[in-house]
C-alpha cells in the first residue's frame, strides 16, 4: 500500500505570503492529485500530474517522480486561500481505482 | 452540470438505527466510491464500484453495505448505526483508475448518538 505523508499538518501565513506545502509517497505512481477542501465544505479537484510542474492561476503543483515528492505553492495567498490541502496517490493492486489521501494540511492565511 | 451529488447533507441518528445515503453522478462515470472522512486521519474507503451492477468492499467496510443498481447512483446503508460509524462520508466518481480525475460530493455530516 502506498504511504503518503503531507508537510506541515498546519500553517498559518499572512496575506501576500508564498506558500509551500509537501507531499510525499512510498510507491512509484502515475500520478498525483491535489485537492481542496474549505471548511465544512466538499472536496475539490486542484491538479492532477504526472511529471513536471502545472499551473493554474497562483496555484503551482510539482512533482519529482524519482524523488517521490511533490508541491504545491501558492504565491500571493489570500485569505479566501484558508482551507485544508490534500495530496492522494492512486492505491495499486486490484481493480479498485481508488485513491490513497494523505491527512491533509490546513492553511490559514491571516488578512 | 450537477456533478457528483450526495443526500442528505447532515443526518443524527441514534443508535441502532439504518439509514440510507445516496450519491448521483451525471457524468456517465464507471467507478463510484464511498470514503469517510475522520479527525487527524485522511479519508478511507469504505466501498467502491466499478461498474452497475457491481461492488467491492474497502479499507473500512464493516457495518456498511452497498448497491449500485443504476450506473449513475451509489448507495450506502448504514443497517445498524454506532457512534463509531459518526463521520463525515463523501462520495466520488471517475471514469477511469487513479490516474484519472476524480469530482467528490459535498459531503455527508453523519452523527450516531
Known amino acids: 500500500k502506498n504511504e503518503v505523508e503531507q508537510s506541515p499538518q498546519n500553517l498559518t501565513a499572512q496575506e501576500g505570503e508564498f506558500i509551500t506545502i509537501n507531499c510525499s509517497y512510498s510507491?512509484?505512481?502515475?500520478?498525483l492529485h491535489w485537492l481542496q477542501q474549505h471548511p465544512g465544505g466538499g472536496i475539490v479537484s486542484l491538479f492532477m500530474?504526472?511529471?513536471g510542474k502545472k499551473k493554474h492561476g497562483r496555484l503551482i503543483a510539482t512533482i519529482n517522480i524519482q524523488e517521490k515528492h511533490s508541491s504545491l505553492h501558492i504565491t500571493a495567498s489570500h485569505p479566501r486561500d484558508s482551507a485544508v490541502y490534500i495530496c492522494?496517490?492512486?492505491?495499486?493492486?486490484?481493480?479498485?481505482?481508488?485513491?490513497?489521501f494523505g491527512k491533509g494540511t490546513k492553511l490559514s492565511v491571516k488578512p | 452540470n450537477a456533478g457528483v451529488t450526495q443526500t442528505p447533507k447532515f443526518r443524527v441518528l441514534k443508535t441502532g438505527q439504518s439509514m440510507t445515503l445516496l450519491c448521483a453522478q451525471d457524468?456517465?462515470?464507471?467507478?463510484m466510491y464511498w470514503y469517510r472522512q475522520d479527525p487527524g486521519m485522511g479519508l478511507r474507503l469504505i466501498h467502491y464500484?466499478?461498474?452497475?451492477?457491481?461492488?467491492a468492499k474497502g479499507e473500512v467496510p464493516d457495518g456498511y453495505n452497498v448497491s449500485r443498481l443504476k450506473k449513475q447512483n451509489f448507495l450506502l446503508g448504514l443497517e445498524s448505526a454506532a457512534p463509531s460509524q459518526t463521520s463525515v462520508y463523501f462520495c466520488?466518481?471517475?471514469?477511469?483508475?487513479?490516474?484519472?480525475?476524480?469530482?467528490f460530493g459535498q459531503g455527508t455530516r453523519l452523527t450516531v448518538v
Open positions: 466520488a466518481s471517475s471514469k477511469g483508475t487513479g490516474s484519472t480525475e476524480a469530482f
Open positions: 510507491v512509484g505512481i502515475s500520478a
Open positions: 500530474l504526472s511529471s
Open positions: 492522494a496517490v492512486p492505491h495499486y493492486g486490484g481493480s479498485q481505482g481508488n485513491l490513497i
Open positions: 457524468m456517465n462515470h464507471e467507478y
Open positions: 464500484s466499478v461498474g452497475e451492477g457491481t461492488t
